[in-house]
């Protein structure tokens, strides 16, 4: 039942209160109170419902576009395949990193320990050597493909998690640090800096002098 | 007086190949006795079972940093007079202060070079 409807029904009763015989003052007074009181509430309950279905078509309308949004993020493409593949390629990278390292680290310690006894001989050792350090060396071509891969996949993701936060416009709230970030911070575990050390080896000479 | 280049030398790092890059530059300085552990923990149990003429640690480690290895040793009746060289990615300001502030002997920052090392061995333990 709507509520003008049921302010409808309160005056039907009123109305019906009114003419079935009461006479005394106070009574009459009552009604004609509630009479006014009913066309107020529906007036009221009028406006109040125009609103309240205003206001659920504002709910309706944003839950749609947050599933649009949602939809639109495609987590489930990111959590189940980008990501995973850009940890593989990742896992990649550091494995031709360690067997490149390994290879090169290899030669040069064989290099260090040959004796130079005969000449002819340990120059070919050390040609040989060479070349494997320089076959190693093209790690970087792949681990520099992959790599960008990596940034690909981390582009596509803030660039939908950047669209969906605008689209629902969501404000960043403060999280609980973890254990582990408050132990990174305790300890000044900060990682190396973006293009070379944030101070310089002459300068840290200069703080032990 | 000399360094004794027989001396034992405890390298420090989680990362293997960084192990075996300051022992081969140690080597090749000519110390010959150099030991390795691969975080701070394993390093205080061998430093409480052994006596090191240097330890060379890097900071980044797991469970027990190098920092944390520092103080540590600094806290130490027994162990707190080792020499204690720190070689580290972490170039902070704030690192380089708290580790001297916590007793480091010297401060090297990755990357480094064979001539950098060796400087910073010499103005710890003396010349060699």
């Known amino acids: 039942m709507s509520a003008s409807e049921a302010a409808a029904k309160i005056r039907v009763a009123i109305d019906s209160l009114k003419t079935s015989g009461v006479r005394e003052r106070p009574l009459v007074e009552v009604l004609d109170l509630s009479h006014q009181m009913a066309d107020a509430m529906k007036t009221f309950f009028g406006s109040l419902d125009r609103s309240i279905i205003g206001e659920f078509r504002y709910i309706a309308d944003f839950i749609q576009k947050a599933r649009d949004e949602i939809s639109g993020l495609q987590a489930n493409d990111i959590k189940e395949t980008r990501i995973p593949g850009a940890s593989m390629e990742l896992d990649a990278v550091v494995r031709d990193t360690e067997r490149a390292t390994e290879t090169i680290m290899s030669e040069a310690e064989t290099l260090m320990n040959a004796e130079p006894t005969d000449l002819a001989l340990y120059k070919a050792e050390v040609g040989a050597a060479m070349l494997r350090i320089f076959e190693a060396c093209s790690f970087q071509d792949l681990t520099g493909q992959r790599v960008n891969k990596v940034i690909a996949t981390l582009r596509h993701i803030e660039e939908r998690v950047g669209q969906f936060a605008g689209a629902l416009g969501v404000t960043d709230t403060a999280v609980p640090v973890s254990a582990a970030d408050q132990r990174a911070k305790d300890l000044l575990l900060n990682g190396p800096a973006i293009n070379g050390p944030a101070t310089t080896q002459d300068d840290i000479d200069a703080m032990f002098a | ?128």
């Open chain 2, 1 to 128: 007086m000399a360094v004794d280049l027989s001396m034992p030398v405890l390298v420090v790092d989680d990362y293997q190949t960084m192990i075996r890059i300051i022992r081969n530059l140690l080597n090749q300085l000519g110390f010959r006795n150099v030991e390795e552990a691969k975080d701070g923990r394993q390093a205080l149990e061998k430093m409480q079972a052994s006596k090191y003429g240097l330890v060379i640690s890097d900071w980044n480690m797991e469970p027990m940093t190098g920092f944390e290895l520092l103080q540590q040793v600094r806290a130490s009746e027994t162990l707190k007079a080792t020499p204690f060289i720190m070689i580290t990615a972490e170039s902070k300001t704030e690192n380089v202060i708290a580790a001297k502030k916590a007793g480091v002997n010297n401060y090297i920052v990755k990357p480094f070079n064979a001539e950098t090392l060796k400087g910073k061995i010499k103005a710890v333990l003396g010349d060699f």
